[in-house]
């Protein structure tokens, strides 16, 4: 554990504090890129759709206050007898996505409960985040006000302004992938 790390929990255990946090998990998309007819959040992933994977992770994170689903208009009738099987309880809204990511996000944020102070936003395709990672992003979005997951950047990568023609090539140790969730 880096000195950040516990110095922030100290903090954190004398002051008391405690962040009331929410999840938006977006679960809306086409999943057009995958090809199927099958959404990339109802794919399986060890016998479970995916979007229950990050569900579990954001039910089990002691971090996490509240969950609201984001989901696509044809599919939310799926969502409760789900949230029954997993024992999901931090539930506290399936609503419709838009037609844009930020449409969707915009409307899961109109459902967070009342006197929330953080808000995680997670693509519910990632499935493989672990209650660490929540934990983690959740403590620095708490201590910066804004945070989210990211991966330093291990392939070379290339900016190019103008057609196929590499301008530059920019710092690897300066690049980082961003992912979910986002904290703020």
Not at 56 to 70: G, Q
Not at 93 to 98: E, F, L, N, R, S
């Amino acid at each position: 554990m880096a000195i950040h790390d516990k110095i922030g929990e100290i903090i954190r255990a004398f002051s008391g504090k405690h962040h009331r946090t929410a999840a938006i998990i977006v679960a809306a998309g086409s999943g057009s890129r995958m090809n199927s007819a099958t959404t990339k959040q109802f794919m399986t992933l060890c016998g479970i759709p995916v979007v229950m994977h990050s569900l579990l992770a954001f039910e089990k994170s002691e971090y996490i206050d509240d969950i609201i689903i984001v989901a696509r208009s044809d599919e939310i009738d799926l969502y409760p007898a789900l949230i029954e099987k997993f024992s999901i309880s931090k539930v506290r809204q399936i609503v419709c996505g838009g037609e844009t990511r930020q449409e969707s996000v915009w409307n899961g944020f109109c459902a967070i409960p009342e006197k929330v102070d953080f808000v995680a936003i997670h693509d519910a395709a990632r499935p493989l985040i672990t209650e660490e990672q929540i934990k983690k992003v959740v403590l620095a979005g708490f201590d910066y006000r804004a945070a989210t997951a990211a991966t330093k950047a291990t392939d070379t990568v290339k900016i190019s302004a103008i057609g196929d023609f590499v301008e530059r090539t920019p710092d690897r140790d300066k690049v980082w992938a961003v992912q979910t969730p986002q904290v703020f």
